[in-house]
Every structure is written in structure tokens, then in C-alpha cells.
């Protein structure tokens, strides 16, 4: 699998830009354009067919760690807030008002 961000030699071409940062937010599509601004390339890199398909198995699982990642976040999160609240003794009017402050 070729790498889109080095010259044969190793050498960065460019740096990330904020979409290809958040490339399993992107389409394959969207990440390849993001890519060809990032790195200043000709074109999109999944324009050529054989390097999409090479990319699409490995982006869609890696699309899944990351969501099995921010799931296993989100749940960590609330067992935090939920021992943090009990060991403050927060009653349950507590908590709503202190959650409702939070998304503020």
C-alpha cells in the first residue's frame, strides 16, 4: 500500500489539513481530496481505482476501531461522572442541573 504523505526518500510532502485529520469522518472520496490538498498532489489518490480498492478494506476498518474507540470513551466518561457524583452525594436534581450547565 503506497503512503501519500512521503516522497520515495521518506521526505513529508505536506502537512494534514483539518478534514484529512479527521479522515474516518470523510468519505473515501472526500479523504482523497483532502489529501491532494494536504500533500499538493495532482490529483485524488483514490482516483486511480487499484489504490482505491487497496484503501477501502483497510479505511473501513479502521473506521470501525474508531468507533469502537469513541464508544468505549463515551462509556468510560460516564462511569467517571457517575462515581464523581456519588462521591459527592449529588442528588439526582443535582446532577441535572450540573449536566444541563456542562452542554452549556
Same mark, same amino acid.
Given at each position: 500500500?503506497?503512503?501519500?504523505?512521503?516522497?520515495?526518500?521518506?521526505?513529508?510532502?505536506?502537512? %494534514?489539513?483539518?478534514?484529512?485529520?479527521?479522515?474516518?469522518?470523510?468519505?473515501?472520496?472526500?479523504?482523497?481530496?483532502?489529501?491532494?490538498?494536504?500533500?499538493?498532489?495532482?490529483?485524488?489518490?483514490?482516483?486511480?481505482?487499484?489504490?482505491?480498492?487497496?484503501?477501502? =478494506?483497510?479505511?473501513?476498518?479502521?473506521?470501525?476501531?474508531?468507533? =469502537?474507540?469513541?464508544?468505549?470513551?463515551?462509556?468510560?466518561?460516564?462511569?467517571?461522572?457517575?462515581?464523581?457524583?456519588?462521591?459527592?452525594?449529588? =442528588?439526582?436534581?443535582?446532577?441535572? %442541573?450540573?449536566?444541563?450547565?456542562?452542554?452549556?
Amino acid at each position: 500500500m503506497r503512503s501519500f504523505g512521503q516522497d520515495a526518500k521518506g521526505v513529508a510532502l505536506g502537512k %494534514l489539513n483539518e478534514k484529512a485529520q479527521v479522515w474516518w469522518e470523510q468519505s473515501q472520496t472526500g479523504l482523497g481530496d483532502a489529501l491532494k490538498t494536504s500533500f499538493k498532489l495532482k490529483r485524488n489518490p483514490f482516483s486511480n481505482p487499484t489504490a482505491a480498492d487497496e484503501w477501502e =478494506t483497510y479505511l473501513t476498518g479502521k473506521r470501525k476501531d474508531v468507533e =469502537t474507540l469513541r464508544r468505549q470513551l463515551v462509556d468510560a466518561e460516564a462511569d467517571i461522572n457517575d462515581r464523581v457524583f456519588r462521591l459527592f452525594k449529588l =442528588t439526582s436534581e443535582d446532577v441535572k %442541573l450540573l449536566l444541563r450547565e456542562v452542554e452549556h
